[in-house]
């Protein structure tokens, strides 16, 4: 596995792999890997010759500092986990490398985004996405993927990528994986680790609350869920319910009815302590999708 560091560097490497005629696969990480990683570069190495992982903490996307300056980072770990992953090149560039000059002295290109961005995490993550898409964006310019890979616990940021390639004229396949959880439940993210025992303990609540609002769902109308899952997780000790909306899964806006859409997704983040965690479920789905 290669480790490349410079941009100029990554161009080169790139452009001989395109010139060999290899299909690329790229897994965007913010590196302090798990399963949940690897399960997306597991199904990249079997499907293109050629894998780049990216592991850069992107703090564009960050709109609390404290957020960014307690995110978890593992780069040695991180750099052996994707070596027996089988990845051909690992990206793990600096901030000013890939922002000269510093983030904050960028112009920024405003992404038609969509109302997708504006919603759920757009609404409490004001610029979120619009960072989201910036680097992206530059992972897509640089890596020139015919193939990206994301997992489906980011449901929204998947809806608005998909936004940003057609409104950009990106030409890339988006893949979306499943979520991957622990034995308990809970959906892995690097977040995680930054739980303490009692917190991890609690933590799975919130996958076992969505489960039992499927069935719930089958029974009651989306208001009833809704206030199920939330009053639900409110009442235990360290959650507390940022927001939980029960979606298209297209457009991300809200629904009323079940039968408004085929496709509808409840989203959800909670606060466990000070740690913000997300999670969705699959309430309908047709075959097709």
């Not at 992206?136 to 193939?147: A, E, K, N, Q």
């Not at 998947?158 to 979520?179: F, H, K, L, Q, S």
């Not at 439940?185 to 739980?195: D, H, I, K, P, V």
Request: aromatic share 8%; hydrophobic share 40%.
């Amino acid at each position: 596995m290669v480790i490349i560091r410079k941009v100029a560097e990554l161009l080169d490497f790139v452009g001989l792999r395109k010139e060999q005629g290899e299909k690329i696969g790229l897994v965007p990480t913010m590196g302090a890997l798990h399963e949940g990683h690897l399960s997306l570069v597991e199904r990249a190495v079997k499907e293109n010759p050629c894998v780049i992982a990216s592991v850069f903490v992107n703090p564009t996307q960050f709109n609390n500092a404290n957020d960014l300056a307690t995110y978890p980072r593992k780069e040695e770990e991180d750099f052996r986990l994707l070596a027996q992953a089988g990845v051909t090149a690992v990206f793990a560039p600096s901030v000013e490398e890939m922002y000269p000059g510093g983030p904050e002295n960028q112009t920024r290109h405003e992404f038609d985004l969509g109302t997708a961005a504006e919603v759920m995490e757009g609404k409490f993550r004001p610029g979120h996405f619009q960072g989201v898409a910036q680097v992206v964006s530059l992972l897509f310019r640089l890596c020139r993927p015919d193939r990206a890979y994301f997992g489906e616990k980011d449901f929204q940021q998947i809806a608005v990528i998909r936004n940003m390639i057609r409104t950009e004229g990106i030409d890339v396949d988006i893949i979306a994986c499943p979520i991957k959880r622990a034995d308990d439940g809970l959906a892995l993210s690097s977040r995680n680790a930054l739980l303490t025992e009692a917190q991890r303990a609690i933590a799975p609540e919130i996958y076992k609350t969505l489960k039992y609002s499927v069935e719930y769902s089958k029974e009651h109308d989306v208001r009833a869920t809704h206030h199920t899952v939330v009053e639900h997780l409110n009442s235990q000790p360290e959650l507390e319910v940022e927001y939980f909306e029960i979606v298209d899964a297209r457009t991300l806006l809200p629904v009323e009815e079940w039968d408004e859409s085929p496709w509808i997704v409840g989203c959800i983040t909670v606060y466990c302590g000070k740690v913000r965690l997300i999670d969705n479920i699959t309430y309908r789905k047709p075959e097709s999708c």
